[in-house]
């Protein structure tokens, strides 16, 4: 069994920062990319940045030069920096990673998402 595990959310001032963190656990040989996600009430799911095992990052139009995405591979974890939050990045926010759990097979697993609240 893998599970993902966020935490980091909360309630910020427009302007604000927070910072995002989730943890990959059980049985993991390794972890191909790994990301963020979110979705506002009444809107889609929608990638918010990702990272790959090399380091390699992509970011949505609408965060570049405010999020950074990073990660630790010894512990299974990536992290979302967030600055410059605005009251449009409210939304819950979900961890997304490849695992490989066997030496042939590689699944999706999300964690259970964290709550973002930006006042303005």
């Known amino acids: 069994q893998v599970q993902l595990v966020e935490s980091g959310g909360g309630l910020v001032q427009a302007g604000g920062s927070l910072r995002l963190s989730c943890v990959a656990s059980?049985?993991?040989?390794?972890?191909?990319?790994m990301g963020w996600y979110r979705q506002a009430p009444g809107k889609e799911r929608d990638v918010v940045a990702s990272?790959?095992?090399?380091?390699?990052?992509k970011y949505a139009d609408s965060v570049k030069g405010r999020f950074t995405i990073s990660r630790d591979n010894a512990k299974n974890t990536v992290y979302l920096q967030m600055n410059s939050l605005k009251p449009e990045d409210t939304a819950v926010y979900y961890c997304?990673?490849?695992?490989?759990?066997?030496?042939?097979?590689?699944?999706?697993?999300w964690g259970q998402g964290t709550q973002v609240t930006v006042s303005s």
């Open positions: 059980g049985s993991i040989l390794s972890i191909n990319t």
């Open positions: 997304r990673a490849l695992i490989r759990t066997t030496s042939i097979f590689e699944y999706v697993y």
């Open positions: 990272i790959t095992s090399g380091g390699t990052t």
